[in-house]
Nanobody, 119 residues
Framework: QVQLVESGGGLVQPGGSLRLSCAAS????????MGWYRQAPGKQRELVAT???????NYADSVKGRFTISRDSAKITLYLQMNSLKPEDTAVYYC?????????????WGQGTQVTVSS
């Protein structure tokens, strides 16, 4: 059983910063990739940023230069540093992990954390 638990969301003014965290736990053999996705009201879930096991990162054009994805040295906690936040960044942010366990390779999701950017 693998669990991903996000934290760090909240209300912030435009131009402000937040850091999201995602802690992975459970019987994991290997983490191939992790990422952040978000879903705004009435919209589809979209990719924000990903990081693969080798450390390469990928960002949505809308967040390039403002958001930074990273992992701790043990590679089981994922972070998203969000700077220069805009109202359009308001969404529920979800952590995703492509993780190998004894039963195979699967995608796992956290429960989501709300980020609201408003004055």
């Amino acid at each position: 059983q693998v669990q991903l638990v996000e934290s760090g969301g909240g209300l912030v003014q435009p131009g402000g910063s937040l850091r999201l965290s995602c802690a992975a736990s459970g019987s994991m053999l290997s983490i191939y990739a992790m990422g952040w996705y978000r879903q705004a009201p009435g919209k589809q879930r979209e990719l924000v940023a990903t990081i693969i096991s080798g450390g390469s990162t990928n960002y949505a054009d809308s967040v390039k230069g403002r958001f930074t994805i990273s992992r701790d040295s043990a590679k089981i906690t994922l972070y998203l540093q969000m700077n220069s936040l805009k109202p359009e960044d308001t969404a529920v942010y979800y952590c995703n992990g492509r993780i190998a366990t004894a039963v195979g390779l699967s995608d796992y999701w956290g429960q989501g954390t709300q980020v609201t950017v408003s004055s």
